[in-house]
């Protein structure tokens, strides 16, 4: 199993939808979540970080499920600038020190 | 700006140059990676330090040194490229090592012939 994993999609969706990706990680050990969206042939960008409790920011809601190991982003009231690639991020104890796992992606197309 | 700088943008060469790449952030951080994302968009990990020191190494072939000379930078130097190692190579810096989100430079886009 990965240590991280996503569905690649793509994911096609209509303006004003909403849509939910989820990444499911392998360490229970894991510490600390993060969504990222990588626009096309652009640099990672922190969209934000997940919590214990879920957390929301704006039309973004992030969720953290420790019992079965995944976490979920929820975008409502989809936009065309949403168009990018979702990354999730695990950070995890591996050796004594801690890892930084990237997901592969789930790539979002918005579309008119 | 604060932000995390890399040269150069765009990088072509031949089969067995040397080449190098430099990574400079100003935002403080203890923490520096460098990443590999390879054609089929996957961002794997190669190294990261932390004030300096090595704390992370992902089986990464030793034609690649990272250099850190100090906290804010992080250089890579790739010895006898190969045609595999095409791919877009991204600097990154944290707060902490790996409790804290990272911030991500633009992106060095290496193209061997």
């Known amino acids: 199993r990965k240590e991280v994993e996503q569905d690649p999609g793509p994911f096609n969706v209509p303006e004003g939808a909403t849509v939910a990706f989820n990444c499911t990680y392998s360490?229970?050990?894991?510490?600390?979540f993060f969504w990222y969206r990588q626009d096309c042939r652009k640099e990672p960008k922190l969209l934000m970080s997940v919590y214990s409790s879920g957390n929301e920011d704006g039309r973004f809601t992030a969720q953290l499920n420790r019992a079965s190991q995944y976490i979920s982003l929820l975008i409502r009231d989809s936009k065309l600038s949403d168009s990018a690639t979702y990354l999730c991020?695990?950070?995890?104890?591996?050796?004594?020190?801690?890892?930084?796992?990237f997901g592969t992606g789930t790539k979002l197309q918005v579309i008119p | 700006d604060t932000a995390v700088s890399q040269t150069p943008k765009y990088l072509v060469t031949q089969m067995g140059n040397d080449k190098s790449i430099k990574c400079e952030q100003n935002l403080g951080h203890d923490t520096m990676y460098w990443y590999k994302q390879d054609s089929k968009k996957f961002l794997k990990i190669m190294f990261s330090?932390?004030?300096?020191?090595?704390?992370i190494n992902e089986t990464v072939p030793n034609r690649f040194s990272p250099k850190s000379p100090d906290k804010a930078h992080l250089n890579l130097h790739i010895n006898s490229l190969e045609l595999g190692d095409s791919a877009v190579y991204f600097c990154?810096?944290?707060?902490?090592?790996?409790?804290?989100?990272?911030?991500f430079g633009p992106g060095t886009r290496l193209l061997v012939l």
């Open positions: 330090y932390n004030n300096k020191e090595l704390i």
């Open positions: 991020v695990v950070n995890m104890n591996s050796g004594g020190y801690q890892k930084v796992t």
């Open positions: 360490n229970s050990a894991s510490q600390s």
């Open positions: 990154a810096s944290s707060p902490l090592s790996g409790r804290a989100a990272q911030y």
